[in-house]
């Protein structure tokens, strides 16, 4: 299978290093989702389940779309474009688990999601709060990035870095 971008066409061991990387942190992500939806559902109450839950949709957006430049866009090493792309992943990482902590970390509130119910759960959510600025940023950067690269491919380049 051809790495999108690659001048020649053939992936490189880099670009399935980057790959694996991408699934890789996208598992790890999916495994924080497991506990935040169990803890979700389990332990917050009225609207503290809606605020976990809320940060949980926010992070799945991010991770999507983290895993989607991440793989369909593998632009040669060291190019413009790969700093670019590597900037991309990073906000929307950054994103995407920001949220899925601060999902864990809404579940410890009081069913009025006001009071602290569980403080070890609430702290959790009161640390990684700088981060949830940052999802907000990476979802429509992120969405930018995948309607380039569409473009891109509608107009025959193999990446946005390409020249005709």
């Not at 090493?77 to 700093?83: D, V």
């Not at 902590?101 to 009081?110: N, R």
């Not at 009025?112 to 600025?133: C, K, S």
Request: aromatic share 6%.
């Amino acid at each position: 299978m051809a790495a999108v971008g690659s001048p020649t066409g053939e992936d490189t061991r880099s670009g399935l290093g980057a790959k694996r990387g991408v699934l890789g942190l996208a598992i790890a992500w999916l495994v924080l989702a497991a506990i935040s939806l169990t803890l979700a559902f389990a332990v917050a109450e009225g609207e503290a389940r809606a605020h976990a839950t809320g940060h949980l949709v926010l992070g799945f957006l991010s991770i999507a779309l983290f895993v989607s430049v991440g793989l369909l866009w593998t632009p040669a090493e060291g190019s413009g474009a790969s700093m670019v792309r590597a900037g991309i992943l990073v906000i929307t990482a950054m994103g995407a688990f920001g949220q899925v902590l601060e999902s864990i970390g809404a579940s410890g509130y009081d069913r009025f999601n006001a009071g602290h119910e569980i403080e070890f759960l609430t702290g959790i959510h009161n640390a990684v709060g700088i981060l949830g600025p940052v999802a907000l940023m990476a979802i429509p950067i992120g969405l930018v990035a995948l309607a380039v690269l569409a473009i891109a491919r509608l107009l025959g380049r193999s990446s946005p870095a390409a020249t005709g």
